[in-house]
T-cell receptor
């Protein structure tokens, strides 16, 4: 069953704007990972945040995690047309390495 | 990170036939995972493949339909058997390499007619 729920389902912005995507989950997690998928291709790993972390940065990406609210957000700053893709969060729980994915947010960055 | 390749990248198959998808990793990994992504949907785990043991299937997936082999620590295959149009999906393998991150192959886009 789906663990994460991203919102919005779709987001359209102009180049240079910031994009924020949210992910909520239902049970306790070990970590949460964000992925990007371009046009039905393979997934590109963006960032992992552990359950004891609150914020991580990687280039133009900023991820936050609020375990009390069971939610995470992915912020892409100064977006580019090349950021157009679907973004998924995925969680791992307990002693399992398997990932449970959210439904994804489809981001369109207009030039 | 691990470099993962899949073959074929895409295929169009007839109903009732089977297709075997290969996944090759450039380093040894203990666990490999197979996911399915139906059109417009998110990813769902099919099974976890450990070298030297039977694959562990998730609810809704059975070995007769999706037999998996894991002959060594760098390679795995997933077969989609007796295909129907509902099997049209992207199939992806993934591995956990080193730390906690999981990395994915480029996927195999399957269309069943």
């Amino acid at each position: 069953s789906q663990q994460g729920e991203e919102d919005p389902q779709a987001l359209s912005i102009q180049e240079g704007e910031n994009a924020t995507m949210n992910c909520s989950y239902k049970t306790s997690i070990n970590n949460l990972q964000w992925y990007r998928q371009n046009s039905g291709r393979g997934l590109v790993h963006l960032i992992l945040i552990r359950s004891n972390e609150r914020e991580k940065h990687s280039g133009r990406l900023r991820v936050t995690l609020d375990t009390s609210k069971k939610s995470s957000s992915l912020l892409i700053t100064a977006s580019r047309a090349a950021d157009t893709a679907s973004y998924f969060c995925a969680t791992s729980q307990g002693g399992s390495e398997k990932l449970v994915f959210g439904k994804g947010t489809k981001l369109t960055v207009n030039p | 990170s691990a470099v993962i390749s899949q073959k074929p990248s895409r295929d169009i198959c007839q109903r009732g036939t089977s297709l075997t998808i290969q996944c090759q990793v450039d380093s040894q990994v203990t666990m490999m995972f197979w996911y399915r992504q139906q059109p417009g949907q998110s990813l769902t785990l099919i099974a976890t493949a450990n070298q030297g043991s039977e694959a562990t299937y998730e609810s809704g997936f059975v070995i007769d339909k999706f037999p998996i082999s894991r002959p060594n620590l760098t390679f795995s295959t997933l077969t989609v058997s007796n295909m129907s149009p509902e099997d049209s999906s992207i199939y992806l393998c993934s591995v956990r390499h080193g730390s906690l991150e999981q990395y994915f192959g480029p996927g195999t886009r399957l269309t069943v007619t």
